[in-house]
T-cell receptor, first 114, second 114 residues
């Protein structure tokens, strides 16, 4: 199993551009998450999904959109990129909910907005 | 909302020495995860603790959750260069549902000096 994969690994955007960060998991997990990690800070939850067709906002959703049309894929869309969105983005998945459900993380996408 | 404070923020340890990283929660912990992040990479799951007084070990790393379930510690014995990285603690939400993601501390940067 590849686990959680993310593309691209690196990206530089100009202010106002848009892009989609891809996330795919092959573990048949119901739950998927998007986090961002800023320098010196912990991970902040952007959006999450409990299954195909169901998504909800996390702590820092402004400026982002998500969709979940399949169990495997959970893309994150940035509209009108701003310098404040410069960060490292991590996608994660888990089988279910509850304290015993370890989240598996992808390798991250490093995004710079200039 | 729950907040996690990690200490120290950074740590430089000579190879072979022992070290401890702490994670203190503003609320009772219902599930505490420890992850390791190598620079520029994703998060690797280390251990999960749930019960007060619980202790788990894997190779040279031991994690404990105090009886009051508000503080966890991660102890590394006889540190090695492979232990270098960022250690993050994450708390499962009160409801026990992992659906709304984990709350993370800011991380502890560990450097091992040869």
């Amino acid at each position: 199993n590849a686990g959680v994969t993310q593309t691209p690994k690196f990206r530089i955007l100009k202010i106002g551009q848009s892009m989609t960060l891809q996330c795919t998991q092959d573990m048949n997990h119901n739950y998927m998450y998007w986090y961002r990690q800023d320098p010196g800070m912990g991970l902040k939850l952007i959006y999450y999904s409990v299954g195909a067709g169901i998504t909800d906002k996390g702590e820092v959703p402004n400026g982002y959109n998500v969709s979940r049309s399949t169990t495997e894929d959970f893309p994150l869309r940035l509209e009108l990129a701003a310098p404040s969105q410069t960060s490292v983005y991590f996608c994660a998945s888990s089988y279910g909910q509850g304290v015993y459900n370890e989240q598996f993380f992808g390798p991250g996408t490093r995004l710079t907005v200039l | 909302s729950q907040e996690l404070e990690q200490s120290p923020q950074s740590l430089i340890v000579q190879e072979g020495k022992n070290l401890t990283i702490n994670c203190t929660s503003s609320k009772t912990l219902y599930g505490l995860y420890w992850y390791k992040q190598k620079y520029g990479e994703g998060l690797i799951f280390l251990m999960m603790l749930q019960k007060g007084g619980e202790e788990k070990s894997h190779e040279k790393i031991t994690a404990k959750l105090d009886e009051k379930k508000q503080q966890s510690s991660l102890h590394i014995t006889a540190s090695q260069p492979s232990h270098a990285g960022i250690y993050l603690c994450g708390a499962a939400p009160y409801s026990g549902g992992g659906a709304d993601g984990l709350t993370f501390g800011k991380g502890t940067h560990l450097i091992i000096q040869p």
